[in-house]
C-alpha cells in the first residue's frame, strides 16, 4: 500500500498502468462489493489472484487482487472489503459504473502451485484473491482451507469460496481461523503447500501452528500480508 510524492506516483500510472472503466458494481453483502472493470489487455494476460493496485489519491496507492478474469482478457473484477473505515474503503465506496480508473497490474504473475492438495486462509482482505486462486486450484486439485469475515457477510460469500470454511470473525483478528486450525489440522487430509493472506500478526500465528501441527515445511508456506495491526487501515 505505497505513498510517494504525487509526480512520482503520476510516473508510476504512466510507466506501468492499465485504462480501465467500472462496467459493473454489485454491492453483494454489507461490507463487501464487486467491481468489474473493462481493461486493457496486459502483456503477459491478466490472473485470477494476481497483483493489482489503484491509486486512491494523488499521493497514495492500495493493493489489490483480481478476482476473475474473462475468456477475452480485457474484462476483470475486484473485490473490495469495506468493513474498514479506510482511505482505499472510501475511494472503492465512491466508483460508480462508467468511471475511468488506472490499474496497475504489472505483469505480476499468481502464485505458483506446489501440488495438488493446497491449504488457503485468510480474512475479508483476502477474500477476492483467495476465490481466484481457489476457483483454478479446483480445476486441477483439491483446495481447502478458512477464511474469517464479519458474520453478517458469511452467507453471500460462502457461495465464492467452494472448499473454504467461512467463519464468523470474532474481535481479535485472526483467532477464528486459528481456533480452526488447531481443531483440524490433526484430522484434515494431509497439505502439500499453503497461502496465508492478510493480517501481519495472524499470519506470523497460523504459521507456527502450521509448523507445529503439521508437516508442512517452512517453504511450502507462503505468507502474503496486506493489513497490519497499528498501520492506517484499508
Do not use: C
Amino acid at each position: 500500500m505505497p505513498s510517494m510524492p504525487g509526480l512520482l506516483a503520476t510516473l508510476t500510472e504512466k510507466s506501468f498502468g492499465h485504462r480501465a472503466s467500472i462496467a459493473a458494481i454489485e454491492q453483494i453483502s454489507p461490507n463487501f462489493r464487486r467491481v468489474d472493470l473493462r481493461v486493457e489487455p496486459l502483456k503477459s494476460g491478466w490472473k485470477a489472484g494476481q497483483d493489482i493496485q489503484f491509486r486512491i489519491d494523488d499521493n497514495t496507492f492500495r493493493h489489490y487482487s483480481v478476482m476473475a478474469v474473462d475468456d477475452t482478457g480485457t474484462a476483470i473484477s475486484v473485490l473490495f472489503h469495506q468493513g474498514v473505515d479506510g482511505p482505499g474503503s472510501r475511494w472503492a465506496a465512491a466508483l460508480s459504473v462508467g468511471d475511468d480508473v488506472i490499474a496497475l497490474g504489472m505483469n505480476t504473475p499468481a502464485p505458483k502451485y506446489r501440488g495438488d492438495r493446497h491449504l488457503y486462509l485468510g480474512d475479508g482482505s483476502a477474500v477476492g484473491v483467495i476465490h481466484g486462486l481457489a476457483a483454478t486450484q479446483n480445476a486441477n486439485g483439491t483446495a481447502s482451507g478458512a477464511v474469517e469475515v464479519p458474520a453478517e457477510d458469511r452467507e453471500a460469500l460462502a457461495g465464492l469460496l467452494p472448499g473454504i470454511d467461512v467463519l464468523p470473525a470474532e474481535p481479535v483478528p485472526g483467532t477464528a481461523v486459528a481456533e480452526w486450525i488447531e481443531a483440524t489440522a490433526s484430522t484434515e487430509a494431509r497439505y502439500d503447500a499453503a497461502s496465508l493472506f492478510g493480517h501481519a500478526q495472524s499470519i506470523q500465528r497460523q504459521r507456527r501452528i502450521l509448523l507445529d501441527r503439521t508437516e508442512l515445511s517452512k517453504k511450502s508456506i507462503t505468507t502474503k500480508p496486506y493489513w497490519a495491526t497499528g498501520k492506517v487501515g484499508l
